[in-house]
């Protein structure tokens, strides 16, 4: 148990759809991380939040989009769905500094 | 530009067997380097991870890793595999830039055991 938690656990949208996919870090974990993970790949960053603001952005379009919240949790925004955005989405969370990441269980996002 | 090569897609061994999982690196500076496990359907769990000092590290469920400058390579062993470890691993570098630091991983080596 990493002490990471995300929700919903799977999720269907359609094609052009809007999606808000969320994660709780660990108390006292000041950053947190969201990476992508198609099927049969490993995952890709897709952006970092210290502080609740963007810091650091993978090679994402700005359809994706984020927030953090002082009380330890996140949000992933992804705008005007594709299908290509079906993938299993991870969140991390880590003390601002170290590099040690602690990962959730994920969401699977189904894009129809 | 920092990567990860893990260079078996899929390996298969009897249960019992010992195992090793290669794993390539491209970085410029000392390298932090981890290995996470993946079960179906689940997240990442941190197997071990190196950021300096004694090259062979100890990880988690009887796992261990050799960092070797030389060869660019760090890859994960077991001694003996069980059943439970049929999952998928991933070798990653962390890479920083600016303030902030990102994990690259590798494509994976999906692991089946075999009874």
């Known amino acids: 148990e990493t002490g990471v938690t995300q929700s919903p656990t799977h999720l269907i949208k359609t094609r052009g759809q809007q999606v808000t996919l969320r994660c709780s870090s660990q108390?006292?974990?000041?950053?947190v991380s969201w990476y992508q993970q198609a099927l049969g790949q490993g995952p890709q960053f897709i952006f970092q939040?210290?502080?609740?603001?963007?810091?650091g952005r993978g090679n994402f379009p700005p359809r994706f989009s984020g927030l953090q919240f002082p009380n330890y949790s996140s949000e992933l925004n992804v705008n005007a769905l594709e299908l290509d955005d079906s993938a299993l989405y991870l969140c991390?969370?880590?003390?601002?500094?170290?590099?040690?990441?602690?990962f959730g269980p994920g969401t699977r996002l189904t894009v129809l | 530009a920092q990567s990860v090569t893990q260079p078996d897609i899929h390996i298969t061994v009897s249960e019992g067997a010992s195992l090793e999982l290669r794993c390539n690196y491209s970085?410029?500076?000392?390298?932090?380097l981890f290995w996470y496990v993946q079960s179906p359907g689940q997240g990442l769990q941190l197997l071990l991870k190196y950021f300096s000092g004694d090259t062979l590290v100890q990880g988690i469920k009887g796992f261990e890793a050799e960092f070797k400058r030389s060869q660019s390579s760090f890859n994960l062993r077991k001694p003996s595999v069980h059943w439970s470890d049929a999952a998928e691993y991933f070798c990653a570098v962390v890479a920083r830039y600016s303030s902030a630091s990102k994990i690259i991983f590798g494509s994976g080596t999906r692991l089946s055991i075999r009874p």
């Open positions: 939040y210290y502080r609740e603001e963007e810091n």
């Open positions: 108390s006292g974990h000041n950053t």
């Open positions: 991390a969370s880590k003390i601002g500094g170290q590099d040690t990441q602690y």
């Open positions: 970085y410029g500076a000392t390298p932090y």
